[in-house]
């Protein structure tokens, strides 16, 4: 069932950290879908649509590193929020390269903290859909406009060739060829009801 709650991937091989971290999200009004492993991390995040992961590096298998990589090239969009008791320089720059939005130290001794770090990373998902949607509108909005233009072209030449005859029989030929060009069509007809207005007959063929 679909949900206006953001939906937040928790990564740890510990579980008393996935309940202590998960019970806070939960508590600030999240999702959380809780995993022990890099390898069932990746599984859920490719069958499941999230709008946040927060994961530690030190995985038993594949590291956290690696995870971060492989999630940022499939979901580019969605940010990972790295949490983890390694606080050396050398990591925490390689995980910000591979594109972790922020780097956070365990142990995380005031709630805050995380929920401000959280919050500030939805909130940057929230506007990054808002610009998407308006992208789109407006794409949709110009499609229509250069459909309405060309249309207007179309029918602004019709008039003008309608206006050099009064033969109706090459005005209506004119009428026929211009719908197949719009239409892109490769053929056209003009079927006409016969005086009974019982059957048809073919007036214009052109193509």
């Not at 949900?3 to 740890?12: F, N």
């Not at 859920?44 to 492989?70: C, Q, R, T, Y």
């Amino acid at each position: 069932m679909k949900t206006d709650k953001p939906q937040i991937l928790l990564v740890d091989d510990s579980p008393m950290i996935l309940k202590v971290l998960g019970d806070q999200l939960v508590k600030n009004g999240y999702l959380v879908t809780l995993c022990e492993s890099a390898e069932d991390a990746l599984e859920i995040f490719h069958k499941k649509e999230f709008d946040l992961v927060l994961a530690d590096i030190i995985l038993p298998g594949m590291s956290g590193l690696n995870m971060l990589k492989l999630m940022k090239d499939s979901k580019p969009y969605i940010d990972v929020i790295v949490i983890s008791s390694t606080s050396s320089s050398y990591t925490t720059i390689r995980a910000l390269r591979l594109g972790a939005y922020d780097y956070l130290v365990k142990p995380i001794d005031d709630e805050n903290i995380l929920s401000n770090v959280v919050k500030r990373a939805l909130d940057k998902r929230g506007l990054e859909q808002q610009n998407e949607c308006l992208v789109a509108d407006l794409s949709e909005k110009n499609r229509q406009l250069q459909e309405a233009l060309d249309m207007m072209k179309t029918t602004n030449r019709l008039c003008s060739l309608l206006s050099s005859t009064t033969e109706v029989g090459s005005i209506l030929r004119i009428l026929v060829e211009k719908a197949v060009e719009q239409l892109d069509a490769k053929q056209g007809y003009l079927l006409l009801l016969d005086k009974s207005g019982s059957h048809f007959f073919m007036k214009i063929s052109v193509g």
